[in-house]
């Protein structure tokens, strides 16, 4: 399985009493999630399952992409990585996920694969983190494919 992690683009402050979730993209959030909508579309399978937070901005990094998606409510702001990678369903998955979320959550889901225990591991606006599995004849274990990061991806 392939599990591709979207952090959401720059987007606004939060300033009360608007909701955290009702933050939108800044305009160089909007040229990130561009930029890396365009770069994913050209690199993910055309089978790939694609599920965004609910946030508002997830949901606009999600739309630069340009591919159907759904909303999850389990990927909210206050989601866990455990709640992701059960959205995701992974490992057993046959096709690709790309999740668009939130940090601290998707760098926990790293850490988690990775060292088997959820640590603070950051990720920047607008990058991925492409998590792969070895094929069922090599030695099971869990590999970083590819970061990006969104300053990257137009080049």
């Known amino acids: ?19 955290d979730s009702e933050r939108a993209l800044t305009p160089k959030g909007r040229k990130q999630a561009v930029r ?5 579309d050209r690199h993910l399978p055309d089978n ?24 999850h409510v389990s990927l909210a702001t206050d989601s866990t990585a455990e ?7 992974w490992p057993n998955s046959k ?17 988690l ?3 088997g225990a959820a640590q603070d591991w950051t990720m920047r606006k607008g990058s991925i983190c492409w998590i792969a599995q070895k094929a069922d004849d090599e030695i099971d274990a869990t590999y970083i494919k590819a970061i990006l990061g969104a ?5």
Do not use: Y
């Open 113 to 115: 694969l990775l060292q």
């Open 1 to 19: 399985m392939e599990l591709i992690l979207w952090r959401h683009a720059e987007a606004e402050p939060h300033e009360a009493p608007k909701p």
């Open 83 to 89: 709640a992701i990678l059960e959205a995701a369903n």
């Open 151 to 155: 300053d990257l991806a137009g080049k």
């Open 36 to 40: 890396m909508g365009e770069w994913l």
């Open 48 to 71: 790939c399952r694609v599920i965004s937070s609910p946030a508002v901005r997830t949901v606009q990094t999600a739309e630069a992409l340009r591919r159907k998606f759904k909303t």
């Open 95 to 111: 096709e690709p996920v790309l999740i668009v979320g939130h940090q601290p959550t998707l760098g926990h889901v790293i850490t």
